[in-house]
Structures are given as C-alpha cells and as structure tokens.
C-alpha cells in the first residue's frame, strides 16, 4: 500500500489570462515516480486537460519534458516526486506559452505560419 502522497501546484491556461492560474493536485506514488508519471497518471485520472510535453517518457534524450519545477528547469521525466512540500511545477520561462506546461520550443523557422 503507498504511503506517499505527492501534491503538485500546476500553472494552468494560456498566456491570454491577465493573471497566472494555479490548481493543486494531489496523488499517491510509489518511491522513485517520476514528476512526468505524475503529471500522466493525473491526465489519465483527474483531468484530461492537463497540457504536457514528452517523446521518450524516461530517457532525458528529447528534452521535451524540461519544465519549471519550484523554480528551476529540470526534467520532470527524471525529476522524483516528494512528498514532504508542494511541488510547484509551471512553462519553461522565456518562451511563449501555448497552454498549462506546454511552450513554443522549435526553432522560429520550423514552426508553420
Ligand atoms: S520525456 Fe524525453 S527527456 Fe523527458
């Protein structure tokens, strides 16, 4: 039976709303889940609305995971959950924000008009 109980503070909506929204969720986890699992198993049981980016899920080879997690970029498929504090996760900064944790990444020239 799990014991741990991580609780993620997401930044939700798009660069449109004139002030940065945030929802809490909270889950339980075995040791070693990963914030990517999280933010999964949230999509698939809580809120399928949820915005997030990833290719190869564990590997730190795409780097399409990196978000902002409590202020520092990392990559939430090889960051571990806590359970001892809110995990504050939000968007890459300094790159548009498309919706929740989900930025414009490709180069300027690759992205369709
Ligand atoms: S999902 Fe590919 S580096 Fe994290």
Redesign the pocket.
Known sequence: MTKHTARLRVRRGTADEPQPRYEEFALPFEPGTTV?DALIAIRRQQDPSLAIR????????????LIAIDGVID????TRLRDDKVMTLEPLPGKPLLRDLVTEIRPPRERLK
């Open positions: 990517l990833y290719s190869c899920i564990n590997a730190n080879v795409c780097k399409e995971c990559y939430a498929c090889t």
